[in-house]
């Protein structure tokens, strides 16, 4: 079965963009979560989708958002990118909402200059 | 509020020794503890949990423990092998909007096996 797959694995973006980051969970899993990683702030929980719908979300501004899709996957998008939006952004699928066991892909590196 | 957080940053051992990862937790209302490692480039790995009404759960060479009187968790890995360096992640199934669950991280402890 394949793992959790996410799209691309590497971005540089200047400040004031935008970016969209994607996420395909494994197959028959209903729930994606994204997390954000930073070595000052460690992994901090972004937002989870289950059924299309967000479920819980972080304390993170406004600028994240994102959304699910009718086959599971999902997208994050940040807006008006800060240079502290640089870091690693992982997503995580699980059977259902709320799981312990997640499982994780390997991250989108975002780097904001 | 709701903090994950370990002991110690860094831990070396060497190959074949056990090794022990302390993490401390402060939201009692928890109701699982688990354990995630993390390998260079990829995403953490669900190693084990342990529910809040347990004090003990052993996996393969790894072992949880849960001291809920002094909110402390820890992971035993036996006989530690080269695979076993990575960055090792507590984290509480902790609650979100609504009463929603959501997974909250410790910082992290990085171990590192000598040959």
């Known amino acids: 079965k394949a793992g959790v797959t996410q799209t691309p694995r590497y971005l540089i973006k200047t400040r004031g963009q935008q970016v969209t980051l994607s996420c395909s969970p494994i197959s028959g899993h209903r729930s994606v979560s994204w997390y954000q990683q930073t070595p000052g702030q460690g992994l901090q929980f972004l937002f989870e989708?289950?059924?299309?719908?967000?479920?819980n979300k972080g304390n993170f501004p406004g600028r994240f958002s994102g959304r699910q899709f009718s086959n599971s996957r999902s997208e994050m998008n940040v807006s008006t990118l800060e240079l502290g939006d640089s870091a690693l952004y992982l997503c995580?699928?699980?059977?259902?909402?709320?799981?312990?066991?997640?499982?994780f892909g390997p991250g989108t590196r975002l780097t904001v200059l | 509020g709701e903090s994950v957080g370990l002991h110690l940053p860094t831990l070396s051992v060497q190959e074949g020794d056990n090794s022990i990862i302390n993490c401390a937790y402060s939201n009692s209302a928890s109701d699982y503890f688990i354990w995630y490692k993390q390998e260079s480039g990829k995403g953490p790995q669900f190693i084990i949990d342990?529910?809040?009404?347990?004090d003990k759960r052993q996996g393969q060479r790894v072992t949880v423990l849960l001291n809920k009187t002094v909110k402390h968790l820890s992971l035993q890995i036996a006989a530690t092998q080269p695979g076993d360096s990575a960055v090792y992640f507590c984290?509480?199934?902790?609650?979100?909007?609504?009463?929603?669950?959501?997974?909250?991280f410790g910082q992290g402890t990085r171990l590192t096996i000598n040959p």
């Open positions: 995580a699928s699980s059977l259902w909402q709320g799981s312990n066991e997640q499982f």
């Open positions: 984290a509480e199934m902790g609650s979100g909007i609504q009463g929603a669950q959501k997974l909250v």
């Open positions: 989708y289950f059924s299309e719908t967000q479920r």
């Open positions: 342990i529910r809040s009404n347990m």
